[in-house]
């Protein structure tokens, strides 16, 4: 299993451009989730999704989209990039269910800077 | 969401022991996490504890949980130079969809 995988893995953006940071995983989990780590603030939750066609929003959801229209895939839109946006992202899967220990499983991150 | 609070750094020397302490808000936590980061990479999960328990141990790491004062410890046994990492605290949150995390505390391991 390649477990979760994020592209890019760098990415540098104008103010005002848009792009898609992709997610997959191949473990079959039910939950998928987006977070952003900024320096000192820990891992705070943009999106999340239950299963394809759910999403709902977390902590932060200003400025960006989601959509589940897979298991698999869970890509995050940002609509019009801005510099509060530069920022750390990880994409998290978990199994969870009943008797699941909501243990999520994290990829290897997208670097996204705005300028 | 809720505060999950953690220290923020923390310096040991190689071979010491670690204690890295951390106090979560929501007593409907299921389970609680450790999680490990490296430079440049993403989150690891150490452990996990369920909120039934008051300790667990895994090789070099043990975990303790006070539920009434609602505070987890992690503490890292001999500590080596390739512990040095940042280490995030996490409780699921009411939805169980996610999990709440701490701010991280950066350990370094000195030789």
């Known amino acids: 299993n390649a477990g979760v995988t994020q592209t890019p893995k760098f990415q540098v953006l104008k103010t005002g451009q848009s792009m898609t940071l992709q997610c997959a995983q191949d473990m079959n989990h039910e939950y998928m989730s987006w977070y952003r780590q900024d320096p000192g603030m820990g891992l705070r939750l943009i999106h999340y999704s239950v299963g394809a066609g759910i999403t709902d929003q977390g902590e932060v959801p200003n400025g960006y989209n989601v959509s589940r229209s897979t298991t698999e895939d869970f890509p995050l839109r940002l609509l019009s990039a801005a510099p509060s946006q530069t920022s750390v992202y990880f994409c998290?899967?978990?199994?969870?269910?009943?008797?699941?220990?909501?243990?999520?499983?994290f990829g290897p991150g997208t670097r996204l800077t705005v300028t | 969401g809720e505060d999950v609070e953690q220290s923020l750094f923390l310096s040991v020397r190689e071979g010491d022991s670690s204690v890295i302490n951390c106090t979560y808000t929501d007593s409907s936590s299921t389970y609680l996490y450790w999680y490990k980061q490296e430079p440049g990479a993403g989150l690891q999960l150490l452990t996990y504890i369920f909120s039934n328990m008051d300790m667990k141990q895994d090789q070099r790491l043990t975990v303790l949980l006070n539920k009434k004062d609602k505070h987890l410890s992690l503490r890292i046994a001999d500590t080596q130079t390739g512990d040095s990492a940042i280490y995030f605290c996490?409780?699921?949150?009411?939805?169980?969809?996610?999990?709440?995390f701490g701010k991280g505390t950066s350990l370094l391991v000195t030789p």
């Open positions: 998290a899967s978990s199994p969870g269910g009943v008797g699941q220990t909501y243990e999520q499983y």
């Open positions: 996490a409780e699921n949150s009411n939805s169980g969809y996610a999990l709440n």
